[in-house]
């Protein structure tokens, strides 16, 4: 069945720092991947998404490539920010479906 | 403001008790979602509905029941039959088949007492 593995965490960090945060999945046809992100205490917000290979997707600084060769989408950034501290969820929903599949999330500390 | 509405944000359920959690949008989505986060283990579907008065169960819906007698409401009843049931509930919602985005409430925290 379709699933979809994160590098497991608490991922920490100094500000300023370069982030990756690993997603692999696997999925029958050509899934949509997406990162979401919670913040405290909150529900989950989308990131960034790609819906075909070598896809793009970006907001905020953040960037994922859809990586069909080696059924990836890494999330990265630059430099972190205090404020990226969160848990990411890297997700993926197969093409004429209702259901998503979310990865376990990876919590992200930034420190001053 | 257009969104998803969770409440209660706190629930305390006793042994042997059916508790309710609401979810309401004004989006004007079709599909509507419910599911239980629990530490380290990610988001797991417990039901969605894609439409007004159907709904389809998810990988974990035992001891979950669900109604969807509006577009804008998708209660979730979380039952005696359910043994473990303190854990994080995020509702959302999306568009339709052709919008890919889903919308989260802000989440209920059910504790059992």
């Known amino acids: 069945g379709n699933s979809v593995t994160q590098m497991e965490g608490p991922v920490t960090l100094s500000e300023e720092a370069f982030l990756t945060i690993n997603c692999t999945y696997t999925a029958t046809g050509y899934p949509s991947l997406f990162w979401y992100v919670q913040y405290p205490g909150e529900g989950l917000q989308l990131l960034l998404k790609?819906?075909?290979?070598?896809d793009k997707g970006s907001n905020k600084g953040f960037e994922a490539t859809y990586r069909k060769e080696t059924t990836s989408f890494h999330l990265e950034k630059g430099s972190v920010q205090v404020s990226d501290s969160a848990v990411y969820f890297c997700?993926?929903?197969?093409?004429?479906?209702?259901?998503?599949?979310f990865g376990t999330g990876t919590r992200l500390k930034v420190l001053a | 403001d257009g969104g998803i509405t969770q409440s209660p944000k706190y629930l305390f359920r006793k042994e042997g008790q059916n508790v309710t959690l609401s979810c309401e949008q004004n989006?004007?989505?079709?599909?509507m979602y419910w599911y239980r986060q629990d530490p380290g283990q990610g988001l797991r579907l417990i039901y969605y509905s894609q439409i007004v008065n159907d709904f389809q169960k998810g990988d974990i819906a035992e001891g979950y029941s669900v109604s969807r007698e509006k577009k804008e409401s998708f209660p979730l009843t979380v039952t005696s039959a359910q043994k473990n049931p303190t854990a994080f509930y995020l509702c959302?919602?999306?568009?339709?088949?052709?919008?890919?985005?889903?919308?989260f409430g802000s989440g209920t925290q059910l504790s059992v007492l």
């Open positions: 997700a993926l929903l197969t093409s004429g479906t209702y259901k998503y599949i």
């Open positions: 959302a919602s999306n568009p339709g088949p052709r919008n890919e985005k889903l919308f």
């Open positions: 989006l004007n989505h079709d599909a």
């Open positions: 790609a819906t075909k290979a070598d």
